[in-house]
């Protein structure tokens, strides 16, 4: 299969385009592994120049604006003006500058890649975060055997929180390990996002049968060793989700009603049940009724957004340590969290009803166009029905594992998640323009492969 429709590259070649989405995956989801090896200096000086490389590439490709997602713009472009009422009005203009640039970023990548290559591109910088993790947690647990804080930090004599380390050298005690990231929940989040594009290569023959098994046993292990409730309720969703679409995509478009119906009533079963029996199963997790903390920061946040619910307090994305009110809003065993862990919930408080309400469009209708590429019978008007292609579930598996994520952690709105969803919403946008198949570039290598999603689609 060839491109149908025109990538805009320009003077660009597809090498660095890759490179370039390699290289700003891996270290957006490498989180605190940065600036905890490099300073904050220089962790500033690496995301300016990627910065800068990912400005670079638009300007040279000069990808058509107008086929990029108004919800998105329309959501920065309310962060924007709440400069205007602002209470922490510097760091708003600093925040919306890197959610911007952030997005430019994520638009070059989408204009210069294929879904194939973005799918190629994202596996590498997810398999190369998880391997040096658990390489970098040997390390600590073999031969340094103490806990770790990052290189830019003095505590002297004082006691430490286990959440200020980078590394807790647990990696054979039972404990969590926090891998590059510098956090457990994290880190298998990335091993999830890896496994979700083993999977997808395996099946689409770009991967080699051993080589992706022996990927997804270093996924699995991974989570296990990370023990993220979270990102276990991930786990389920995407497995859920991959069912679904799988099941509804067995049926003509026209005969489809009965069973998105049957699904539509699943859900609310199971969210009720969920609801009812939300203690025991909290219990199951190894989790407090309050979710380990997270009820009274949710509590606090609430509180905020009530004084002013329509236009917020004025954007700023991650909270700022330097900021007291946000910084001392719901301390937990002496550790201040600079965050809502609800990615809703922290856009409300921040831009208020209205600006709630158009993340909430971005997020939706992104969804949306996820959704309909994973079930897409037919690739438009006068094109021939083709075989299930697996590359088109990509986007809908990732967008529910971050989704699910943002019910407990505000990742969403910054770094490594904010990058990836911004490029998931950007680049289904452009396939939905040009009215072509979510994952044109080349087809699959394999004719096990062909024969696999051929037999997938029924």
């Known amino acids: 299969m060839t491109n149908t429709w025109p990538i805009a590259r320009g003077t660009v070649s597809e090498r660095e385009a890759f490179a370039l989405a390699v290289t700003v995956l891996l270290t957006m989801f490498a989180g605190d592994a940065v600036p905890n090896t490099t300073t904050w200096y220089g962790a500033a000086t690496i995301w300016a120049i990627e910065a800068a490389w990912g400005i670079s590439v638009v300007v ?10 108004r919800a998105l713009w329309f959501f920065l472009a309310w962060c924007l003006v709440s400069v205007a009422w602002s209470h922490w009005r510097p760091a708003t203009l600093a925040s919306i500058v890197a959610q911007v640039v952030c997005a430019l970023v994520a638009f070059a990548i989408a204009s210069t890649l294929s879904w194939r290559q973005i799918l190629d591109a994202a ?11 658990l390489v970098f947690e040997a390390v600590v647990a073999v031969v340094v055997r103490h806990p770790i804080a990052p290189i830019w930090t003095d505590y002297g004599d004082r006691d430490i929180p286990d959440a200020f380390y980078f590394s807790r050298a647990e990696l054979f005690t039972g404990g969590r390990i926090q891998g590059l990231p510098g956090n457990a929940n994290l880190l298998a989040m990335v091993a999830l996002l890896a496994a979700i594009a083993v999977a997808v290569q395996l099946v689409d023959g770009r991967m080699r049968r051993g080589r992706a098994v022996a990927w997804l046993v270093v996924a699995a292990a991974t989570l296990l060793l990370t023990r993220s409730s979270t990102v276990f309720l ?15 995509r067995r049926v003509p478009s026209g005969r ?8 539509v009533a699943g859900l609310v079963v199971l969210v009720v049940a969920a609801v009812a029996a939300r203690v025991p199963l909290l219990a199951l997790l190894g989790r407090s009724s309050d979710l ?26 991650y909270w700022w340590p330097n900021i007291p009110m946000l910084a001392e809003l719901a301390p937990r065993n002496g550790v201040q969290y600079l965050q809502a862990h609800d990615a809703a919930l922290d856009v409300w408080m921040q831009t208020g ?84 198949p979510p994952s044109t570039g080349d087809g699959p290598r394999t004719p096990l492969a062909q024969r696999a999603f051929r037999a997938t689609s029924g």
């Open 234 to 248: 991930a786990v389920v969703a995407v497995v859920v989700a991959l069912l679904v679409a799988l099941w509804i």
């Open 123 to 133: 596996s590498t910088a997810f398999r190369w975060v998880v391997g040096l993790s």
């Open 292 to 317: 380990t903390g997270r009820g009274t920061i949710w509590t606090a946040v609430v509180g905020l957004a009530e004084q002013h619910p329509v236009l917020g307090w004025g954007w700023i994305g």
């Open 353 to 436: 009803l209205v600006g709630l309400a158009l993340f909430l469009v971005y997020v939706l209708t992104t969804f949306g166009r996820s959704w309909s590429g994973a079930v897409r019978e037919s690739y438009g008007p006068g094109l021939v029905q083709r075989p299930f292609d697996p590359v088109s579930l990509f986007p809908l598996l990732v967008v529910v594992a971050l989704l699910v994520q943002a019910l407990a952690e505000s990742r969403l709105l910054y770094q490594g998640n904010w990058v990836l969803f911004a490029l998931v919403a950007i680049k289904t946008r452009i396939v939905l323009v040009n009215e072509e």
């Open 256 to 263: 489809r009603g009965p069973r998105v119906l049957a699904v």
């Open 60 to 69: 040279r490709a000069r990808p058509p604006l107008t086929r990029t997602p």
